[in-house]
């Protein structure tokens, strides 16, 4: 016979040989297996014991404070939950467990098996950036030349350069774009370490640092419902882990259907969340994608625990922090009606904002002008 005892330490188990033993003979048995002395146990079968605070508040359960009552008047029998409260301290004894012969019964877990059980995927709801601002020029030259000389064929990508604020915004002033060659789903960077050193000084001595990584998505891909590809997700895992940076931004550019059935550019920022990059850091990742392979999900080399089911396929969009806010308002307001394709006459508001931030831009530039000359003559 088996009786439950919960406690402050949580349930445990007492092992009883005769059902007809009497209270002074089951706190002996407690005091044997589960090393609380007698004089310290107070037991009780109501579950507001538990509630009480005080030695003084134990005393007002009495239903087992009589030492020769046998516990079967209580009702007690296998399976039944009593509840302990006791003075001092002790050291609770773990379950012991038996270690079943390999292939006798079930599956043998191995330490690969061990870790994997370990290794939990969820969703992640808050970025480590609040929001992404776009300097309007820099995003319109970016999508104008894949919009105009691409017609978003191909991907294109480049590299993000700005400052982050203390308010969890990022600001984005120039993209930098590699050597690179795109296709309809996948974009190879041929990275030279050298010309990005160059473009690292250059923005260094504008107050300015990488600040992430963007991207277009192909007409192609449209057809899919994602938000990012396998492709996408392990390139931009991999960008994101390389730059060991919290709020580093994935933005991804795309066309889609306006309610007039033209199409528009949007911009959208994401962040890798903090346990794809682990899985990545660490190797889980199965880095050969194929043609044939649903580009929805991400494959793994082992098992993960995704809810509560072992998976080696995990959703992007558990890999994928919410998308982050774009702009305020009407700043996102402004730069929509820039990088949209069609014309239109943007409001008075509007136009005395560009006016000033054109006014502003025209301070600045002799300046700067004159210290990316500086900088790239002494580099050269």
């Not at 009786?3 to 209270?23: A, L, Y």
């Not at 970016?142 to 105009?148: G, K, L, T, W």
């Not at 409001?347 to 025209?362: G, N, Y």
Request: charged share 25%; aromatic share 8%; with cysteine.
């Amino acid at each position: 016979m088996m009786i439950r005892i919960r406690s402050r330490d949580g349930p445990e188990r007492v092992t009883i040989d005769n059902p007809n033993i009497t209270i002074s003979q089951l706190k002996t048995l407690i005091e044997t297996q589960l090393r609380v002395p007698i004089n310290n146990q107070t037991l009780s079968t109501n579950q507001n014991f538990l509630l009480s605070k005080t030695p003084q508040e134990f005393t007002q359960f009495i239903d087992m404070a009589n030492p020769h009552l046998p516990i079967s008047s209580l009702g007690l029998s296998h399976g039944s939950i009593l509840y302990l409260a006791y003075e001092g301290k002790r050291t609770v004894i773990g379950p012991s467990v038996k270690a079943a012969p390999a292939g006798s019964f079930g599956k043998k877990m191995t330490m690969d098996d061990l870790i994997a059980k370990q290794m939990r995927v969820s969703r992640q709801d808050n970025p480590h950036c609040e929001m992404v601002s776009f300097d309007r020029d820099t995003a319109n030259v970016f999508q104008s030349y894949v919009n105009e000389t691409m017609a978003f064929g191909v991907k294109r990508g480049g590299f993000m350069y700005g400052v982050f604020s203390d308010e969890g915004k990022v600001e984005v002033d120039f993209i930098y774009e590699p050597p690179q060659q795109g296709g309809e789903e996948g974009l190879v960077l041929m990275r030279d370490e050298g010309e990005e050193r160059i473009v690292d000084a250059i923005a260094l001595g504008l107050g300015m640092r990488i600040v992430g990584f963007i991207f277009t998505q192909t007409i192609s891909q449209s057809k899919f419902d994602y938000t990012l590809s396998s492709r996408e997700v392990l390139q931009a895992a991999e960008l994101q882990g390389e730059s060991d940076l919290k709020e580093w931004v994935t933005a991804v550019v795309k066309l889609k259907v306006n309610e007039d059935g033209g199409a528009d550019v949007h911009f959208e920022a994401f962040q890798m969340s903090d346990t794809c990059i682990k899985l990545f850091k660490e190797g889980w990742f199965e880095t050969d994608v194929k043609d044939g392979d649903d580009p929805k999900l991400s494959k793994m080399k082992k098992d993960v625990v995704v809810g509560v089911k072992d998976a080696k396929e995990i959703d992007n969009d558990f890999l994928v922090v919410v998308k982050i806010s774009d702009h305020q308002d009407k700043f996102w307001n402004l730069y929509e009606i820039i990088i949209k394709d069609k014309l239109r006459d943007p409001p008075l508001e509007v136009q005395i904002k560009w006016a000033a931030s054109d006014l502003i831009r025209e301070c600045h530039r002799n300046r700067r002008c004159l210290e990316i000359q500086i900088l790239v003559s002494g580099i050269f």
